[in-house]
């Protein structure tokens, strides 16, 4: 495994670190210091290299919008309603951060900060470690977390999340906030997306779960219309997203990958593999036009695959446990095997 460390820029004073891992086939992967940003997911074909993730090559164009794009989320995913929850019978107040609502771990979160990195190469693995206190993001207690990513010779990449929790009780939902795109059109008109999926959640005006599940039918029922194309037109006409921004619920327990990624014209094709509940389908319905990244800056350039417990469980806990008890740890895990049809 050869490994590569070079400057990707600076963001607020700090210098911004690109690590890369490239395999014996020359499959590659590179991550930042800010954000746990997963910049590069890229193989060889015929001595070219091939980009699987909407990417950019300067660090502005990660932190000018609103894409959360490629960052690790935590210390929970989604959307927290009003910003606020209950654990062990104490009001818990975070910070809002979209209207009154908490987005993404809030304003502080770990997508927010810089982390300490270490390779090891032997292993095959970047990691990153951050530490954050209530007084630092507002959510209870502290959470150590420790994000690594593994890239192996068969073109797996693992990505885990080791939280340690001290001082209070609190939560912990992680995730990746990936966009893909396996093909060379600028955008996902001709990929198929299968999700081990019956239903979604009913979300409000706000994007909050209201707890309601859905049955997936018409553009949702992608088990019997994977393309995206036809449900993507359908999703412009008719909702107020113009694309997919919906929360998938994952047939637990289940064995094999939760959804398979692939592009109709290359045959590149991604699985991910999780035990999570949820799968946040987001298809970048919203993009800045003045974005550099690899592919052009428009609606539907990517999708963005979100595995997680199913948000906003928080306050519903019948949509799944989040809770991470003082000196207690938990790891999740999402695996991304790449196939070439």
């Known amino acids: 495994m050869r490994t590569l460390e070079t400057d990707f820029g600076q963001y607020k004073k700090q210098r911004v670190v690109k690590y890369t891992l490239e395999n014996q086939s020359g499959t590659r992967i590179s991550v930042l210091n800010f954000a746990g940003i997963w910049q590069e997911f890229s193989v060889l074909e015929k001595g070219q290299r091939r980009q699987l993730l909407l990417q950019g090559d300067r660090i502005k164009d990660y932190i000018n919008n609103d894409l959360y794009l490629n960052r690790v989320i935590a210390r929970?995913?989604?959307?927290?309603?009003?910003?606020?929850?209950?654990?062990?019978?104490?009001?818990i107040q975070t910070l809002p951060n979209e209207e009154a609502n908490s987005l993404h771990g809030g304003p502080k979160g770990f997508a927010q900060q810089f982390f300490n990195v270490t390779v090891n190469q032997e292993q095959g693995q970047i990691i990153l470690k951050k530490t954050l206190s209530e007084t630092d993001d507002s959510f209870p207690g502290t959470l150590e977390l420790t994000v690594s990513y593994t890239l192996t010779e068969n073109n797996q990449v693992i990505v885990s999340f080791l939280g340690r929790q001290s001082k209070a009780d609190g939560v912990f939902n992680p995730t990746l906030h990936a966009y893909f795109n396996l093909g060379q059109s600028d955008d996902i008109l001709d990929h198929s997306l299968l999700i081990n999926s019956q239903k979604h959640?009913?979300?409000?005006?706000?994007?909050i779960p209201t707890g309601r599940l859905v049955d997936n039918q018409g553009p949702f029922d992608l088990a019997q219309h994977p393309n995206l194309k036809a449900p993507l037109a359908r999703l412009k006409k008719t909702s107020k997203e113009q694309g997919f921004d919906d929360v998938f619920v994952i047939n637990c327990p289940h064995t094999g990958p939760i959804a398979r990624l692939k592009d109709l014209n290359s045959n590149y094709e991604l699985t991910i593999t999780s035990d999570r509940n949820a799968l946040v389908v987001y298809t970048a319905n919203q993009m800045a036009s003045n974005l550099h990244l690899n592919h052009s800056a428009k609606p539907w350039s990517a999708?963005?695959?979100e595995v997680q417990t199913l948000p906003n469980s928080e306050n519903l806990t019948s949509l799944g446990n989040v809770t991470l008890l003082k000196d207690s740890y938990r790891k999740e895990s999402i695996s991304y095997q790449f196939l070439r049809g």
């Open 201 to 207: 959640l009913q979300l409000n005006a706000a994007k």
């Open 76 to 91: 929970t995913a989604g959307r927290i309603d009003q910003a606020r929850f209950v654990l062990k019978q104490k009001l």
């Open 303 to 305: 999708v963005a695959l």
